[in-house]
């Protein structure tokens, strides 16, 4: 007998007839003789419509009267999948994040989670009671409704799996797992049956929008393994878990792009010991993240240095850069939006060599001029123009063989 | 500085700019010098689209889940009128019933109140904070939300009052008090300025739905003043207190009229001892509530047994009776739905004598038959032909003197 956690996202339980199917889903797990706990969102569109509603009756909403606004999304569909199921004499309950013990700190929100007690879980499972809990929600010490920020339930799923030790976290979504790239842009991507957290995080941080980062963080933490799976057809997903040899006989695992960039750079910057700090300190105080940083050096003791922001953060960044610039006696500042970000991930660069030089040269071959690079042990980036993105990605994609199902059990289908 | 207790109903809350509306009237009385606290109900509405889901999702809902479901609305308008408060710089919290201790049995979408512990709530009224409190919701001993049943916000707030020996509890909706009669069927009627406890209950279970009947029980039992007012417009509401002479000046305090009555005669019952345990035995088994009873006795030792059940009810009742019928060997059991109950209502009535005799003088002036009396200390009730119900309510009003602004204080414009 299996301990499953199942997550199902707000599409799959966006109205009644779609909580039936969830219903169907759970008895079926149920009947299989597998102990299930079933984690919720809010319907799709819940969460929107809460937060209109916030920002008519005031500007600038309170943090903590926002959590108990938007908290309810997820109590109204516990309710109505636990009445589902028990309709279907099937013994379940349903539980806030409260009442199973996910207890947070005070960052409403955005709040973490400081440690999950799951008594009350512990106490249903033992009665054979299929316990449906409130995800996204937490309490703080002063016993205040907290929010985990977007995508929360998927981090309440998976520290629920791992206070449970349970054998598997399922993540329902409208997807049937992690592809070796997005198949909107590439067709020939394929779903991955297995990949490491690591890689996962590289994918999700990256772009790939099917599994919140912080709940990969903990799964790996944990060492919980998470399935994503599709809650609309039935067959395999995409088992996150540990790196294992399989993975590492595959240099590449994904492809990812990323057009959420923007490039500053300043031009003529006087090469003196502690520039960069004068530069990057004011950054960092506004909470802007700086991802990639290169330098070039030119003539006369003057340095070009380039670097990205979120394209979000531009407005932000880019008065306090123009203000440095002139502090420091730089001769200028040029803004790029029109560049993006291809990635290549795969645990197996760490015994794979050559991976960056057949990135360049794919890249080179294609005639995509590479503006900036940043590597590390088990990724590669490259800035481009921002045109050639979808060509750059099912270029590298067919070249590290990506379109063919690789060695090993890598990839389904 | 007086503590305030202010409770406002589904409609006054009904969209953001009503919340608007109550935000102001909250802060005006904040400023004016009182300590607040909010109860709110759901957004009307809300709860009905609750219900339907609930529908939607199985045919039975399971009453602890519909709890769940049910408690959700309120969340919402406390969230949104302390974060709309707090908008405009004051100091206000929202509270959830289990927040502010409100402990009731288990007794799923119907709980008694148990206690209130209300630390929370004295802590922020301490800290200078407006508590913004959930109505209708508590949790019972194993920490599971329930709900107060329909009106229960009013007993939310009457019970808090009675915690915190507020000053008093002023119940906003969407009339600006309690009438003399139902104005739509007497526009004569007048407010009343005051009333007494035990003629608001009378008023409140004869059918004017002001007040929830528990809230004005624990009201009395705790002595808790309670104001009715109007939402919407400014002015003075009724006032429901404890009986004091001004009251006892006036024989009618007001004049109600109910239709949910249905009557049922058992025609040539035998007269044996044990007949009436017999026969209303299994009526109260099936929880239905008989109101009045009257016996007729005939010829040949038999009797006609005739009494009243809320009309509800009537399908529920009829295969009983007529089983009993047939046991006892009565001769045939008759049904009539169109019977109404007209009451007159007063505490002055135990030391005004003469109110019943011209109560049926006045009746039987309009040609209007009497099917059956009942009298209480405080309450003369006839029940007549459904299609007079108007016409006794118009005439009795006018004959009690209620038409005009009475002697004392009882009453107002």
Redesign the interface.
């Known amino acids: 007998m299996a301990l499953i956690v199942q997550k199902y996202g707000g599409t799959s339980v966006g109205n009644?007839e779609r909580?039936?199917n969830v219903a169907e889903r759970v008895a079926r797990a149920h009947r299989a003789g597998d102990q299930v706990v079933v984690v919720l969102s809010a319907m799709s569109g819940e969460t929107d419509r809460?937060v209109k509603?916030?920002h008519?009756?005031?500007?600038?909403?309170?943090e903590?009267?926002?959590d108990?606004?938007l908290?309810?999304g997820e109590?109204?569909t516990?309710?109505?999948?636990?009445?589902?199921l028990?309709?279907?004499g099937i013994n379940a309950?349903?539980f806030?994040g409260r009442?199973v013990g996910i207890i947070t700190d005070s960052a409403h929100t955005k709040a973490r989670i400081a440690r999950v007690t799951a008594d009350r879980l512990r106490e249903a499972l033992d009665q054979g009671v299929i316990p449906v809990v409130a995800g996204f929600q937490g309490i703080n010490e002063q016993?205040?409704?907290t929010t985990l920020g977007r995508g929360g339930s998927d981090l309440s799923a998976v520290a629920l799996a791992a206070a449970l030790k349970a054998d598997r976290c399922i993540i329902f979504t409208d997807v049937d797992g992690v592809y070796t790239a997005d198949p909107n842009v590439v067709p020939a991507a394929k779903r991955i049956d297995k990949i490491a957290y690591e890689e996962m995080l590289e994918m999700a941080s990256l772009g790939a929008k099917v599994l919140q980062t912080r709940s990969v963080e903990f799964a790996a933490k944990f060492n919980v393994p998470v399935e994503v799976n599709s809650s609309f057809k039935e067959g395999k997903g995409t088992l996150v878990t540990r790196e294992d040899a399989d993975m590492e006989a595959v240099a590449v695992a994904g492809v990812t792009g990323d057009r959420n960039q923007a490039k500053i750079t300043i031009v003529g910057v006087p090469d003196k010991p502690g520039i960069a700090a004068r530069i990057f300190g004011p950054v960092a105080q506004a909470h802007v993240n700086v991802d990639m940083i290169i330098q070039n050096m030119g003539q006369d003791a003057l340095t070009d240095l380039s670097f990205t922001v979120p394209r979000a953060d531009l407005r932000k960044a880019t008065p306090i850069i123009q203000g440095v610039a002139k502090e420091i006696e730089a001769k200028s500042v040029s803004i790029t939006e029109a560049i993006a970000k291809v990635s290549l991930i795969g645990v197996g660069m760490r015994s794979h060599s050559g991976v960056a030089s057949k990135m360049f040269e794919v890249l080179s071959r294609e005639g995509i001029n590479i503006l900036m690079i940043s590597t590390s042990e088990i990724k590669i980036s490259c800035v481009i123009d921002e045109k050639y993105l979808e060509l750059a990605m099912r270029s590298l994609h067919s070249a590290f063989g990506l379109d063919q199902v690789p060695q090993g059990d890598r990839s389904g289908k």
């Open positions: 009644i909580i039936h809460l509603l916030a008519e009756a005031t500007p600038m909403p309170d903590r009267e926002m108990m606004l908290s309810t109590r109204v516990i309710a109505l999948l636990a009445m589902d028990r309709g279907r309950r349903s806030t009442q016993s205040d409704v």
